[in-house]
């Protein structure tokens, strides 16, 4: 059975960094690309980052462009989404999905950026 | 960027009707699309790729077409488990971006 699941979210405060982990199962995670999706409060879905199977190439959308980084290690069947100087509009709940039009995802973690 | 327009942005439906929502792209972007249903409290999950294909586990009254780059999501018969939020992303070329969703109601 595929799964996929998201740990690391919490409340920080602007400006500060936080690390989410994806952790996979069920499948060769070596073999698929990976997501990260966001949804801010009462709005709609926005895609965040990408990364191709092997890890050698890495794609984000211009608003986290800078400040986040995607990864994934292999060998550990987990990827990670780096977010740096965090801010307010960084809040929403973060899900990681598998391959290139999502046919898996995780059930979220939430980031609240707030002082 | 690619710009998704879903149309309509909510709507009502009885039981038993024959229900479809459109997702037009601003570029060409070939088969890359996909819908997916949102329900509260749950992630989202995946209906229709590559335009026209169901998803593993979808009940068949639902249904993708594409004519040019207009993009539909059919349901056939609705039933009440069916309300939801419904999203299509195109993944043709980055940055990935999704429609701004279409909320489905009963009546």
């Known amino acids: 059975e595929v799964q996929l699941v998201e740990s690391g979210g919490g409340l920080v405060q602007p400006g500060s960094p936080l690390k989410l982990s994806c952790a996979a199962s069920g499948f060769t995670f070596s073999s698929n690309w990976l997501n990260w999706i966001r949804q801010a409060p009462g709005k709609g879905l926005e895609w965040v980052a990408s990364?191709?199977?092997?890890?050698?190439?890495?794609y984000y959308p211009d608003t986290v462009k800078g400040r986040f980084v995607v990864s994934k290690d292999n060998a550990k069947n987990t990827g990670y989404l780096q977010m740096n100087n965090l801010r307010s509009e960084d809040t929403a709940m973060y899900y990681c999905a598998r391959a290139d039009y999502f046919d898996y995802w995780g059930q979220g973690v939430m980031v609240t950026v707030s002082s | 960027d690619i710009q998704l327009t879903q149309s309509p942005s909510s709507m009502s439906a009885s039981l038993g009707d024959r229900v479809s929502l459109t997702c037009q792209s601003s570029q060409g972007i070939g088969n890359y699309l996909s819908w997916y249903q949102h329900k509260p409290g749950k992630p989202p999950k995946p209906m229709i790729y590559?335009?026209?294909n169901l998803a593993d586990g979808v009940p068949s009254r639902f249904s993708g077409s594409r004519s040019g780059s207009d993009y539909s999501l059919t349901i056939s018969s609705l039933e009440s488990e069916d309300t939801a939020i419904y999203y299509c992303?195109?993944?043709?070329?980055?940055?990935?971006?999704f429609g701004s969703g279409t909320k489905l109601e009963i009546k």
């Open positions: 990364i191709n199977p092997d890890g050698s190439s890495t």
């Open positions: 590559y335009a026209t």
């Open positions: 992303l195109q993944y043709d070329e980055y940055p990935l971006t």
